[in-house]
């Protein structure tokens, strides 16, 4: 290891030893490093990441696929078949076995490899998604991933930050951090730059990787990353955790359960059967296994593995980060969105449109403002009370500070103000106090700290109007202090109002002399008002009457004024007329009872709402049964985003708190985006619906020959090598391609999906089971007995397996299966839409699995090496054509069906709609 690496892993005294010391060890200065040292480093420590998982080996998550109850039943079902083979050999059982084990390795290698170019794509999501923070480099503030943060850099800490690096602090304003997953801390404490305790980890001077910070800022060195800080000792020590089950998951097991059982229980109730009618046992365990084989879609789990994949491709394009692939389809039950309005409904491109200076209003960009009656405080207070930083003309930091910086340096150059008022104090912004203030030591020169020339500080505050008025007992006029009495006060509010009403979002600046260093937060002097305008985004009033025609209330909770929010509310139609706006503190005021009726109501507002109201909002709906999707950006969205049945962090606004509690980040901050989310929610759910119903109905022509076989002592019309290749060979390609269908034009005119609603219902059974299925059934035993008829077979004639005749005729029924597959696949890429709307020839996997099932048919009946394995013949045109009238069926009645649905046919929508 270099020099540097052992200096940073010396005994745990970074707390105790004097900054300069600790410095020294480091290598570095407090000004931060140079690009070219930071890079340097960078290359001898690596990467500041930490190595939380414990890897799977690939052959592990490769043997784990034959762990699932289907390819246990196959499995089974192959040990069966060589113990018939071995009790009886030379009657085809061998092959039937080796068949049964081929379709558990394939179907294992394909769901492995689709579930590993998952973890892939998941992956590089991540990647997509870095976590970021300030640091200092050259002298300057940059932006930078975490992962870059090296030892000896100075990084910048504001509200919401995750921690990037153990550090020492060299400076704070009212700083806190939250300890608690890393020393069980009950509280986050407020953080100082002195030793506090003997032990590193409970000394306030310290902040720890990983950790959140909470409010205030601060500056801090860094002097371990990776896996050479207190986390990183931890996780040495910590195995990855497992985890939660997603509902599409629990629907999937159970669907797999029921299954399985309907496989077992005919399987054990026809052998039972055939035995007692006198069969041999071997036949009637052959039989067992071809009713078990029958039952199981091999290819249920790739599909719903490509299905989650290719919904998250397509979520990716549109700007949403899916951090668990199944939790997208949570989406599609959505009842209510409680979205925000800054960046999300709106652009976040803030912009200063007014000024008012007194009681005189001004536009931005008004000629003579800068010579207006307050003008030069008003213009002090926007620079010095703000965290913003200006660089080439852009800004780093919030959006609404760099607004107002942005105007200051047109107006007037900002040059340099901020070090001739060094700030002294500051006392941030947050939810709860809804102000910033900031106290500055008035000049820069040494006499102004000392003897007779001292000059008092001055402190600047900005916040919500209402909170400044309240503080305020002078207002500036002339550059004098006056009176802020009841008729100014008045007159503010007007212009306030007037200001709302138009949509702009309203500061109100204030200042005061002060000879503390921390200012009070009493007797200030009212400067003057700033709107400013934050216009929403075009595609919201589209997005939003899709939720509405969806069956979602969007429901928007922010903390700016009523008046503003409900402009805005108006201009993107989230009213309509009987909406309604609710202020904070008459939620606070509300009994459980009265805010579960005003959760009743179609559209609503929440304005000056506070985090915490926001969880009492989600859990207010939750308690309704809703299904309830949250945005979130700020650090105290957390709570609420976890609650939330799908949590929805901005990933250009979010902090890295919120998008650590999200389950999904939009990388474009936009509501759009959400409902582009819920249609792929809804799309998931359909398409694997799609996907049961397509390949249980084969499962009735290849379970009947059997019951027929052993009912009626018909000949035995299809064979379990047959069966496989329906179910593997036939049926998976085009099963796949259900998986890649696109939403369907109605898709967000339904209302959501009740949360009680399973992927197997009695109605998808009956389709299934009772109609489509049985009409394969029938067209499979058309061409099976014409075949027979014309061959001068009759009833109770014997008939070898082995014949010419047998094997054209089970040809004949695989023929008539497959060709009716072709039309199922066809009716099962809608629920309700119109084939030809949907446009027959867009899902071109679908297509290519048709040309591979019929490509399939033709080889296993012409090409003579494969037909002994498969037992087969070949067969014609005329054996083909039996089998079209009862496609041709399928095909014009369930397009009836939808047509039935789409005009709200009662019968059809209460018992054939799956």
């Not at 034959?66 to 192959?78: D, E, H, K, Q, R």
């Not at 550059?479 to 009841?486: C, L, R, V």
């Not at 600046?509 to 009493?522: G, P, R």
């Amino acid at each position: 290891m270099t020099k540097h690496h052992q200096e940073t892993t010396l005994p745990a005294d970074q707390h105790r030893i004097p900054l300069e010391e600790l410095q020294q060890r480091l290598h570095c200065t407090g000004d931060g490093l140079s690009a070219a040292e930071a890079a340097q480093r960078l290359l001898e420590f690596g990467s500041n990441e930490l190595r939380v998982r414990k890897e799977t080996p690939e052959i592990v998550k490769f043997l784990r696929q034959f762990s699932n109850f289907f390819a246990l039943l196959l499995i089974v079902g192959s040990a069966l078949a060589f113990f018939a083979d071995y009790l009886q050999p030379g009657e085809g059982n061998f092959y039937i076995g080796v068949a049964l084990l081929a379709v558990v390795l394939l179907n294992a290698l394909f769901t492995y490899l689709q579930e590993r170019q998952s973890e892939r794509i998941m992956e590089s999501f991540r990647n997509m998604l870095p976590s970021m923070i300030s640091v200092q480099r050259d002298g300057q503030l940059a932006r930078i991933e975490a992962r870059l943060v090296v030892p000896g850099d100075v990084i910048v800490l504001e509200e919401g930050d995750r921690v990037p690096a153990d550090g020492r602090l060299i400076e704070v304003n009212q700083l806190k951090v939250d300890h608690a997953s890393l020393t069980g801390e009950s509280e986050p404490q407020l953080r100082k730059v002195d030793c506090t305790h003997d032990k590193l980890m409970e000394s306030r001077n310290m902040v720890f990787s990983g950790t959140l910070v909470q409010s205030g800022n601060g500056r801090a060195l860094a002097y371990g990353t990776g896996m050479n800080t207190q986390i990183g000792q931890i996780v040495q020590f910590t195995k990855q955790a497992g985890t939660l089950e997603t509902p599409i998951r629990k629907e999937l097991r159970h669907f797999i359960r029921v299954i399985s059982a309907i496989a077992i229980a005919l399987g054990l109730l026809f052998f039972a059967l055939s035995v007692l009618l006198g069969n041999p046992f071997i036949g009637s365990l052959i039989f067992a296994i071809g009713i078990i084989v029958a039952n199981v879609p091999e290819g249920l789990l790739p599909t719903v593995t490509l299905a989650l994949t290719m919904a998250s491709k397509r979520m990716a394009k549109k700007k949403a980060l899916i951090k668990n692939l199944e939790a997208v389809e949570t989406l599609g039950s959505t009842t209510v969105i409680c979205t925000d309005k800054t960046g999300t409904i709106t652009q976040n491109r803030m912009r200063v449109a007014t000024l008012v200076l007194g009681e005189d209003e001004w536009s931005a960009d008004q000629s003579g403002l800068q010579q207006a009656d307050g003008f030069a405080d008003a213009w002090a207070g926007m620079v010095l009370c703000n965290n913003a930083r200006l660089s080439d003309g852009h800004y780093l930091g919030d959006p609404t500070e760099g607004a107002l910086l942005l105007l200051a340096q047109a107006l007037q150059p900002i040059g340099d103000l901020a070090a001739r008022f060094p700030r002294v104090h500051e006392s941030p912004f947050d939810s709860a106090t809804k102000r910033m203030l900031t106290t500055h030591r008035a000049g820069s020169g040494e006499e102004g700290e000392k003897g007779q020339n001292a000059q008092p500080n001055v402190a600047y505050m900005k916040g919500a109007p209402e909170v400044v008025f309240d503080k305020c007992t002078h207002r500036l006029r002339h550059g004098e202090p006056i009176e802020f009495d009841a008729s100014a006060r008045r007159k503010a509010l007007e212009l306030y109002e007037v200001l709302a009403k138009r949509g702009e979002r309203v500061l109100a600046l204030a200042s005061k002399t002060t000879n503390a260093d921390a200012a009070s937060e009493e007797d200030f002097v009212y400067l003057g008002l700033v709107g400013m305008l934050d216009p929403p985004r075009p595609e919201i009033a589209e997005a939003i009457d899709s939720c509405r025609s969806a069956g979602i209330r969007v429901f928007m909770i922010t903390g700016d004024y009523p008046t503003t929010a409900e402009s805005i509310a108006r201009q993107v139609g989230l009213f309509t007329g009987d909406g309604r706006v609710v202020v904070g503190e008459d939620l606070l005021a509300m009994s459980e009872q009265e805010l579960s009726v005003l959760l009743d109501s179609r559209e609503l507002v929440f304005a000056r709402s506070t985090p915490l109201q926001k969880l009492q909002i989600v859990k207010g709906l939750q308690q309704k049964g809703e299904i309830v999707t949250v945005t979130g950006d700020g650090v105290n969205d957390a709570p609420a985003l976890k609650n939330a049945n799908m949590g929805v962090a901005m990933g250009l606004s979010g902090t890295e708190v919120a998008k650590e509690a999200a389950d999904m980040v939009l990388m474009d901050d936009n509501f759009a985006t959400i409902v582009h989310a819920v249609e792929e929610g809804r799309t998931i759910f359909a398409n694997i619906k799609k996907f049961i119903a397509y390949i249980l109905t084969s499962n009735v022509p290849e379970i009947l020959p059997f019951i027929a076989f052993v009912a009626v002592d018909a000949p035995l019309a299809l064979t379990v090598v047959l069966i496989l290749t329906i179910d593997l060979g036939t049926d998976i390609l085009p099963a796949l391609g259900l998986g890649r269908e696109l939403p369907e034009e109605d898709v967000m005119k339904q209302p959501p999906r009740r949360r009680d609603e399973r992927l197997l219902t009695w109605p998808l059974l009956g389709m299934s089971y009772g109609i489509i299925g049985m009409l394969q059934a029938a067209a499979g035993f058309f061409a099976f007995f014409v075949v027979l008829e014309r061959g001068g077979w009759v009833w109770g004639a014997e008939l070898p397996t082995s014949s010419l005749l047998y094997q054209t005729a089970v040809t004949s029924f695989f023929a008539a299966v497959v060709i009716c597959q072709v039309a199922d696949v066809l009716i099962c890429r809608t629920r309700r839409q119109s084939i030809l709307s949907a446009g027959i020839f867009r899902n071109k996997l679908i297509w290519l699995g048709i040309a591979v099932e019929l490509g399939l048919l033709a080889a296993i009946s012409h090409i003579e090496f494969l037909q002994p394995f498969f037992g087969t013949a070949p067969i014609g045109w005329f054996e083909i054509s039996l089998a079209l009238p009862f496609a041709a069926a399928i095909l014009l009645g369930d397009e009836s069906r939808r047509w039935l649905i789409r005009r709200n046919n009662r019968f059809v929508r209460r018992w054939l709609t799956w």
